[in-house]
Nanobody, 125 residues
Framework: QVRLVESGGGLVQPGGSLRLSCAASGSIFSINAMGWYRQAPGKQREFVAGITSGGSTNYADSVKGRFTISRDNARNTMYFQMNNLQPEDTAVYYC???????????????????WGQGTQVTVSS
């Protein structure tokens, strides 16, 4: 099994910054794309940013220029630097990753698509 654990959420004032982390562990063979999603109260989960294994990134228009996604492939860890946070950024932030995992005594490979448990980000004065 592959497990994703987010950290770094919290309460911040408008204009402030937070840095989220997402650490992947388990029987990982390789990780392809990783991404951040968020879900605000009463709203559907939405895509925020993504990054490929090669480092290509894409962002939702609402966060371009404010948020930066990055990853450390050697550590199977993804980061999310969020600057100039605004009240509308308040949500539970989830990380997602897909790739290949190994299983069985012969280390067969199969795909995985995993989600973290989420971390709360609250922007309020």
């Amino acid at each position: 099994q592959v497990r994703l654990v987010e950290s770094g959420g919290g309460l911040v004032q408008p204009g402030g910054s937070l840095r989220l982390s997402c650490a992947a562990s388990g029987s990982i063979f390789s990780i392809n794309a990783m991404g951040w999603y968020r879900q605000a109260p009463g709203k559907q989960r939405e895509f925020v940013a993504g990054i490929t294994s090669g480092g290509s990134t894409n962002y939702a228009d609402s966060v371009k220029g404010r948020f930066t996604i990055s990853r450390d492939n050697a550590r199977n860890t993804m980061y999310f630097q969020m600057n100039n946070l605004q009240p509308e950024d308040t949500a539970v932030y989830y990380c997602n990753a897909d790739g290949l995992q190994t299983y069985g005594p012969n280390y067969y490979r199969r795909g995985f698509d995993a989600w973290g448990q989420g971390t709360q980000v609250t922007v309020s004065s």
